[in-house]
């Protein structure tokens, strides 16, 4: 059985830092490239950040470039979001997603970042930033 738990969110002052960290068990971890995603109320999900099975590649959205750095250990099964300078629109649930392949783009093109390529979620774990 795949699971896929996050941890590390909370409450943090703005220009405050977290580090998310998501362990994965029941999969081979390095057999898939991993996501960040996260949800504000009232907004859709929209993707912050990805990275390829050997983290050969990444991406991040705009709003955190330069803020956020993904990584991951894959002799731990384990993905990470350091999360630096934070905003309060930074605020949402962050879900850790694994996505169905280890490459950048997968088969039919879809970039990492995709949420259409996403095979497991997370569960999610609150970021809350107050001004």
């Known amino acids: 059985q795949v699971q896929v738990v996050e941890s590390g969110g909370g409450l943090v002052q703005a220009e405050g830092s977290l580090r998310l960290s998501c362990t994965t068990s029941?999969?081979?971890?390095?057999?898939?490239?991993m996501a960040w995603f996260r949800q504000a109320p009232g907004k859709e999900r929209e993707a912050v950040s990805c990275i390829t099975w050997a983290a050969g590649r990444s991406f991040y959205a705009d709003s955190v470039k330069g803020r956020f750095t993904i990584s991951r250990d894959n002799a731990h099964s384990t993905l990470y979001l350091q999360m630096n300078s934070l905003k309060p629109e930074d605020t949402g649930m962050y879900y850790c997603?694994?996505?169905?392949?280890?490459?950048?783009?997968?088969?039919?093109?879809?970039?990492?970042?995709?949420?259409?390529?996403?095979?497991?979620w997370g569960q999610g774990t609150q970021v809350t930033v107050s001004s």
């Open positions: 997603a694994v996505d169905e392949g280890p490459s950048y783009y997968s088969n039919d093109g879809y970039p990492c970042f995709d949420g259409r390529r996403v095979k497991y």
């Open positions: 029941g999969l081979v971890f390095e057999d898939h490239a």
